[in-house]
């Protein structure tokens, strides 16, 4: 696996800039931004790593993984898609250990969640995952 930590944060830090300035204004401005979110992933980390044939977003992040900087046993949002759609999230106090590995379900670069600050969606089973802050992980991708 590479680490692509470098590249994620020069990748999300683009797009706060980009979000802020063009699409975080606009009506739809969350439908635009997921093309330009793509582009820039490409040119930034998958160009940054000569990857040739570059995935879509959606499938690149089954090639990443996080792995945690240090010990962690704090709260954190446990969230579950429901039947209806609707995303349900309750606050617990997890516990993972330096150098867990999870998948990565998704990146919000523009933190809809978490008040405008960038997180990852991690798998923690087949129907849950946890939102954890970018600053407590490395990202690396399985090529």
Not at 64 to 75: G, N, Q, S
Request: proline fraction near 3%.
């Amino acid at each position: 696996m590479i680490d692509i930590t470098p590249h994620i944060l020069v990748w999300l830090a683009c797009c706060k800039e980009v979000w802020g300035n063009w699409y975080k204004k606009l009506d739809n401005g969350e439908d635009e931004f997921g093309e330009v979110e793509q582009a820039l992933f490409s040119s930034l980390v998958l160009s940054s790593i000569n990857m040739v044939n570059r995935p879509d977003l959606d499938k690149c992040y089954k090639l990443l993984f996080a792995v945690y900087k240090a010990d962690v046993e704090d709260y954190r949002s446990i969230c579950k898609k429901q039947k209806s759609g609707n995303i349900y999230c309750e606050s617990k106090v997890i516990k993972f250990d330096k150098d867990t590995v999870l998948p990565i379900k998704a990146i919000d670069s523009i933190g809809a969640m978490q008040e405008g600050k960038p997180y990852v969606e991690l798998k923690i089973n087949e129907h849950e995952y946890i939102l954890e802050s970018i600053d407590n992980l490395s990202i690396k991708i399985n090529i």
